[in-house]
DNA sequence: GAATAAATTTGAACCGGTTTAAATTCAATA
DNA sequence: TATTGAATTTAAACCGGTTCAAATTTATTC
């Protein structure tokens, strides 16, 4: 079936059809009304990959993460699916594994399928992105969930600083001093915006920073633990609270403590990062810093839906930061042991 | 940039370069070297809209799921993923957010855009699946990933009856007698096979079933805490070992019994299902039933290929059954507390 | 009823590729 | 050198929609 079949059986022109299918005013109620029986009835649907040609939109935007089975990512890509379901897009979603030539290809694959607009989370520092560059030079639409150090472009992340802020000042408030913070990975840019709003924290309660506070950490359980165990094996003053990189990395750390006889929250507070699901199921639930990822999706689709609206207009690159909420469970100190409902995530 | 572009730069005809670009021996090497070094030069990409109209396939899959942020819908995305690169395919993923309206419009605009093929979690029960009937009767290629009673169609599960005997096996040679099984939600079959599997497990050791220890769950941390405390509620004897329909329910559980002073894994063996990634971040690592989902969307987007291929040819449905795998943690009592390597899920 | 204006419909070109029969070029053979 | 056959290239049609100037139909006015 096609607009030319329908066109025939209701003996008007492909024209026609096509006016009756997009609403057109100019076409009349009377053959409107035969013309959309005939459809009903063969139950056609317009093959949107000619009408993708034809209005050169495919109506498609591609979403490239690290890992969509990353709950960080896979609420992200609800969120995009969110907007994009309003505005009858589909979302192809690739992921990049943190493979720099994964990205290139993809970039390159979506472009060639003629996406109206990407939505990245670029693999960070050790390569130029020269597609990125690219991009930008085609006014291709795109926004970046992370920066680029040299690429000024639509931006749209999480305020990791105030949120590190957040939480390091609630353990201050809790009465800690010694506040410990376990880093992430030496790629990420994160790493370093959450330490400076846990300096600030600090300045701000005049506690002063001790370097050998800050403990390289990474993104896994293994990195905790790994630290935890670091931490209490020095010789110094051990710490009365640890804020970490992300979940795991706080839950590695507490296991590192638990076993080693230190008990949390009652000896060391803990807080963490992301809020990914995880925290809310422990024996001990998790305190920590929740990203909330279904708005940086629609938040970033909007923006991007917006840029491809203004597709040749010069419109200045748009940088939004999007708020953190602390999720006081357990692990810090605050709460005692709740009951399930309030433990379980509601987003 | 068009293929007409290039021809006039290359001073051949659109036939020419449509031939250079897919490699046909036809064109004379000489010509296939001028003409892809003015393509290089010129960085120029086909179109693939416009060749996916021409060739009447998109080279894109679609793969429809109740929430992709569930994390057994993003593994097996990831291994859809896999098989789609390898065959340069593209992904669109869609969540029917288990509303059924959802699904149908879903599954319509995925028609309309042409993709080559669907995967679909469909929703089952309730409704009558006209649109995955439809799919069958226009020779749509598809894959199911549950079944739909009344539907011969090509699918890929897990293999739950298996999962369930073995997991209650296991319980059963551990000693446990008195097992009890907390059901999945009212709607879902793989709650019904797993409730088989269990009953084949106490009668292949000779262990009577008690109609007392099947209790209703669902699906959530919630549904497992309330089942607990029925249980524990219960006048009759209290049993030394629970199977739960999945890892949320199991944990809830293992809460509900331990605020009420029943020691997992001392008195009570847990085993959870799905093995989703929270298990082995708990204090006590919960022993579960892994659906290696990963696997089951390699399956079964290699299934969907197949019947691309042989799209108008009438092959006889496919249904491939995937083996679980019982990860052995802590909670159903057979290990001690384990090293955090041992814990932490390889896939 | 003719003239004119307004409403509706349509033919043909276009989007950017692929395909194939026919035309052209090239090389080998007589 | 002319002939023949193989290798290469090309023109034109096609995929299934949209668009818009021009043609046609309908309604309005005198």
Redesign the pocket.
């Known amino acids: 079936?096609?607009?030319?079949d329908i066109a025939k059986l209701a003996?008007?022109?492909?024209?026609?059809v096509?006016?009756v299918?997009?609403n057109s005013p100019?076409?009349?109620?009377?053959?409107h009304e035969r013309v959309m029986a005939i459809i009903k009835e063969h139950n056609y649907r317009?093959?949107e990959v000619?009408?993708a040609?034809?209005?050169?939109k495919t109506g498609i935007l591609g979403l490239l993460v690290k890992d969509v089975s990353n709950p960080l990512y896979s609420k992200l890509a609800l969120g995009v699916e969110e907007i994009c379901d309003e505005n009858e897009y589909n979302l192809i979603i690739s992921n990049s594994h943190v493979d720099w030539e994964r990205q290139v290809k993809t970039i390159n694959l979506l472009k060639r399928r003629r996406v109206d607009g990407l939505i990245i989370f670029p693999l960070q520092k050790g390569h130029d992105p020269v597609q990125i560059k690219d991009l930008q030079k085609d006014k291709f639409p795109f926004v970046l969930l992370a920066e680029l150090p040299g690429i000024e472009a639509d931006l749209v992340r999480v305020d990791d600083e105030s949120g590190s802020y957040q939480a390091t000042s609630h353990l201050l408030k809790l009465g800690r001093k010694h506040i410990a913070y376990i880093s992430g990975p030496d790629l990420a840019l994160a790493s370093e915006r959450r330490l400076k709003g846990y300096k600030k924290a600090l300045a701000h309660y005049d506690v002063p920073f001790d370097e050998k506070m800050i403990r390289k950490g990474g993104w896994r359980l293994d990195d905790g633990y790994n630290a935890g165990l670091e931490l209490l094996g020095c010789d110094f003053q051990c710490p009365d609270a640890v804020f970490c990189y992300n979940d795991s990395v706080a839950i590695g750390l507490i296991r590192a403590f638990m076993e080693r006889g230190k008990r949390v929250p009652e000896d060391v507070s803990v807080i963490g990062f992301d809020d990914t699901g995880v925290a809310s199921y422990l024996e001990t639930s998790l305190t920590t810093v929740a990203q909330p990822a279904k708005e940086i999706g629609r938040k970033a689709t909007e923006l991007l839906l917006k840029r491809i609206k203004n597709r040749n207009k010069t419109v200045k690159p748009h940088k939004i930061l999007i708020n953190t909420h602390l999720m006081v469970r357990e692990t810090c100190g605050a709460n005692l042991k709740g009951s399930v409902k309030a433990q379980v995530p509601v987003d």
Request: proline content about 4%.
């Open positions: 079936m096609t607009i030319g003996g008007v022109s492909r024209a026609t096509s006016g299918l997009n100019t076409v009349s109620k009377k053959t317009p093959n000619a009408r040609l034809a209005l050169n």
